[in-house]
């Protein structure tokens, strides 16, 4: 009976050992998450929100690392290796996703959203839940929308107080071809670039102007190169949180609400730190040098009749019913 105990305590010494060794090596899993701007940013600072909030969540489990000034790739290059399984998350903007579900240009429309509470109502509810939902198939989860925010435009010419001002001017547009032919028809000559090329292209003149919320042109320095602002509001952006739907299905049922429920928090951090940073933006701006042009509501109303063909377009190329059930939802909205 003695040399039983003694083989037992042995095992037991031994497995304890192999436990502790194990507990000592495990590396929690590092989740690779990429996005475009810069780490002090709105976007950086959510994505250390989200980092953080999801190691608190699962007692360190899962670590997320955050990879700032697309330096895992552009946005398209970061979708493509979510869908591949070569990365597990990102934040980016819905335009740069129509190559795969070409639905999300519905967001592109120009003068949708009036205001903010309609759009966080409308992504956050069943339109946007659905369009989320389009994203399985193709590889990738959506999980929640962050704020972008509503884009103005800057270039190093001259002013633009109307859409006239806008002739010929080279102006840098997302990959997206609702923003090539919205632009088109105001006379400019769009060119679609990835975000990660637009100082480069803003500073060397390859293009005089860009479109993007006054956070960003903010946070990524346009404003160094880029002398005249006009505030347009012309499209209300969202961006998007994805994962790779390979990495997604390895979670457990745990690991998965963990990742969500970080995710949401993480919008409502970001939409804050967004909307009280972009009411300081202009005036931080102005002492930065650039030349600001409130652009009036009647040119405003002419650059909106003019947007009707881009809408159209979009509308008859399959997505007629997607532009009507938007329509409808905001009517209701606005009752
Ligand atoms: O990750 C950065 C881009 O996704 C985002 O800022 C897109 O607004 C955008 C632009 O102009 O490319």
Redesign the pocket.
Known sequence: MKLFNKSLLAALVFLGAAAAAHAANYQPHIIRFG???AEDSN?GRAAKFFADDLAKRTGGKLRMKGFAN?SLGS?IQMQNALIGGAQEMM???T??LVGIVGDFGVYDLPFVFRNEKEADTILDGPFGQALLNKLQEKGLVGLVYWE?GF?NLTNSKHPIAKMEDLQGIKLRV?QNPVYIDMFKGFGANPIPL??SE?FTALETRTVDG????VT?IQSSKFYEVQKYLSLTKHVY?P?IVLVSKKWWEALNADERKAVQESAAAARDFERKDSRALSEKAIEFLKQKGMQVTVVSDKEIERMQETTRQAMFKFASDGHTSLVKELQSDLEKLRK
């Open positions: 996005y475009g701007l976007q697309a946005d934040v980016g903007s335009a740069t972008n884009r997302m990835s975000f637009l860009q479109e993007n919320p960003t952006s961006w």
